[in-house]
Structures are given as C-alpha cells and as structure tokens.
C-alpha cells in the first residue's frame, strides 16, 4: 500500500512557474513508477508526466513538453513536477500516481493550479 500527499499548488499569473511535490509513505517507494495527471473543470483526467523507478525514463503529454519537469528523490520518497511558464490552460487539479508497470494504482488527493491571464 502507498499512501501519496501532494502539496505545492496553488494560483500564479501566466508565465509564472511552481513545482509541485509528491510525499509516499511506504518502503517500496523506489519500486514505483510515478506520474502526474490532471483534471480541469468539465474535462477528463489526463496525464501530465511520468517517471521510471529509477527516474532514467521520462514521459511527457506533448502540450507540456518543453515546460514541465518530473523528477524523483528516492531517499525522500518524494516526485517533483517542475511547471515553468504556465499557461492558462494549465489550470486544473493536479493529481500524483504510483504503479508497479505504470503510474495508477495508488492516487493523491490532488492539489490545485490556477494560472491567471
């Protein structure tokens, strides 16, 4: 079992950046593949990003390529996203997950965006 907090949202102007961060509980943290996914008002979730166990393989949804950053600290049992010249439609609830082959077995609870015009 993994238990995931997200933590770093929150409303910034357009152009601006955050970085999200992404604590688990547990000892097989390393094991995980871990990724991002977000949902904005009226839309389904999508994925953002992911990462490898051993954070060598990166993935990234094409409208935040460029942009965004995912990272990993085994020893913190923590993912990062890196979000650099946020957009409006970056808007959205940003949801952390983990998986033994891919990130979705175990989800966070969120934690929200807002990217003002």
């Known amino acids: 079992q993994v238990q995931l907090v997200e933590s770093g949202g929150g409303l910034v102007q357009a152009g601006g950046s955050l970085r999200l961060s992404c604590a688990a509980s547990?000892?097989?943290?390393?094991?995980?593949?871990m990724g991002w996914f977000r949902q904005a008002p009226g839309k389904e979730r999508e994925f953002v990003a992911a990462?490898?166990?051993?954070?060598?393989?990166?993935y990234y949804a094409d409208s935040v390529k460029g942009r965004f950053t995912i990272s990993r600290d085994n020893a913190k049992n923590t993912v990062y996203l890196q979000m650099n010249s946020l957009k409006p439609e970056d808007t959205a609830v940003y949801y952390c997950?983990?998986?033994?082959?891919?990130?979705?077995?175990?989800w966070g609870q969120g934690t929200q965006v807002t990217v003002s015009s």
């Open positions: 547990g000892r097989t943290f390393s094991s995980y593949a």
């Open positions: 997950a983990a998986g033994s082959d891919y990130p979705g077995d175990y």
């Open positions: 990462i490898s166990w051993s954070g060598g393989s990166t």
